[in-house]
Nanobody, 128 residues
Framework: VQLQASGGGLVQAGDSLRLSCAAS????????MGWFRQAPGKEREFVGA????????TYADSVKGRFTISRDSAKNTMYLQMNSLKPEDTAVYYC??????????????????????WGQGTQVTVSS
């Protein structure tokens, strides 16, 4: 699977931004997907994920209520709608994917080690 993240940029606090992650090379309906981010000097952290089965989602507490993940099977693309952005949201955002399993536990999708495929990252900078 090849993943291409896009949509990052420089915005002001309170603004919105939508990231996209286009997938190719494998049936889109056979992969669970997630977003992670890494700020300078910090470890990569979980942002949110969406399961193929049922479209169930899970989010980090720091973004819950502000960020929304969705996926469009017709376009083989996952989205991350980010609202009410804060300076602490500044980071490189990565999309990731893993093959669908017989059972999907949302808790697993919060772990970066669960993902096999990674995109190249897109920079999001939020100024105060």
């Amino acid at each position: 699977v090849q993943l291409q993240a896009s949509g990052g940029g420089l915005v002001q606090a309170g603004d919105s931004l939508r990231l996209s992650c286009a997938a190719s090379g494998r049936t889109f309906s056979s992969i669970d997907m997630g977003w992670f981010r890494q700020a300078p000097g910090k470890e990569r952290e979980f942002v949110g994920a969406i399961a193929v089965i049922g479209g169930r989602t899970t989010y980090a507490d720091s973004v819950k209520g502000r960020f929304t993940i969705s996926r469009d099977s017709a376009k083989n693309t996952m989205y991350l709608q980010m609202n009410s952005l804060k300076p602490e949201d500044t980071a490189v955002y990565y999309c990731a994917a893993r093959p669908l399993r017989l059972q999907t536990f949302l808790g697993e999708l919060r772990q970066s080690s669960e993902y096999v495929y990674w995109g190249q990252g897109t920079q999001v900078t939020v100024s105060s």
